[in-house]
């Protein structure tokens, strides 16, 4: 089983942790949309970030002294955003890390695909940018099929804890025979289930927390998880969507 998760737009580096292992598998693609910012001016990169000047500088200046291979920080320690918070993979224990290594993997517009312990650098790129690279009009048609064939290589389940923008990268190219579960956390208002941004951020990074802790195998695993008040529903749920309700207590 493969679970998938999303980046965070927050990054640092953290030479200072147990080191990265591998380089990522498409460093190939990832030098080549490096060169394409590169050759970008200021203006056009700021745009393209939808961002201030401030993170715009900062992310130009990443950019000028980029070294895709030297003094790099494992994935899973470099994202800051919420769902990495919750997540807390800095007090996983040796058999959490080895479960994520196994099964975690983390999109990116940037890198393609990433195990949590190979070694990367700070960037900002948002798979849903509209950055042309060669005859590619997008980060969607840049990377095409080939995160999805590069999963499969490896199992045919896929456990969906990424949001749309990243986790149709996947879904959009898998075969019928895939098994590709998304994982829905909401609540219930008005009869219908909403899904409120951040408290999905924060139980994303808990379930993976919660899978590496019990080393699951199976999708069905997932259904007992019963943090931040979230509870598997099986009547809202079928063979393709797991829901998860939240009932705060009174």
């Known amino acids: 089983m493969n679970l998938i998760i999303s980046p965070a737009k ?35 990169l700021k745009r393209l970030w ?5 993170i715009a500088a ?11 291979r030297r003094r790099l920080t494992p994935a899973l320690l470099a994202y800051e955003g919420i769902q990495y ?14 479960y994520v290594q196994e099964h975690l993997k983390i999109l990116s517009g940037f890198y393609g695909l990433l195990r949590p312990l190979d070694g990367v650098t700070p960037y900002r790129l948002e798979m849903q940018a509209k950055l042309r690279v060669g005859e590619t009009a997008d980060l ?29 990268c996947i879904s959009r190219h898998l075969p019928p025979s895939a098994r590709f579960i998304t994982v829905v956390f909401g609540e219930e208002i ?3 289930v909403v899904e409120k941004g951040t408290m999905c951020k924060m139980a994303r990074g808990e ?11 199976t999708p069905e695993q997932a259904q007992a998880f019963d943090r931040l008040d979230y509870r598997f529903d099986p009547t809202r749920s079928d063979a393709r969507t797991f829901v998860f309700l939240r009932h705060p207590a009174k």
């Open 10 to 44: 927050k990054m640092n580096e953290d030479w200072d942790s147990p080191g990265w292992k591998e380089l990522p598998q498409f460093l190939p693609q990832t030098q080549q949309l490096c060169a394409v910012l590169r050759g970008m001016s200021y203006d056009q």
């Open 85 to 98: 918070r919750y997540m807390a993979p800095r007090v996983f224990s040796q058999g959490e890390w080895d």
């Open 58 to 68: 900062q992310n130009v200046e990443r950019l000028r002294g980029m070294d895709l």
């Open 50 to 54: 939808k961002c201030n000047d401030q």
């Open 140 to 168: 969607y048609s840049f990377w095409g099929d080939r995160l999805a064939r590069a999963l499969l290589q490896e199992d045919s389940c896929i456990l969906n804890l990424a949001s749309k923008e990243y986790s149709v």
């Open 190 to 192: 008005g009869g219908k």
């Open 207 to 217: 379930m993976v927390r919660f899978l590496a802790e019990i080393q699951a195998n």
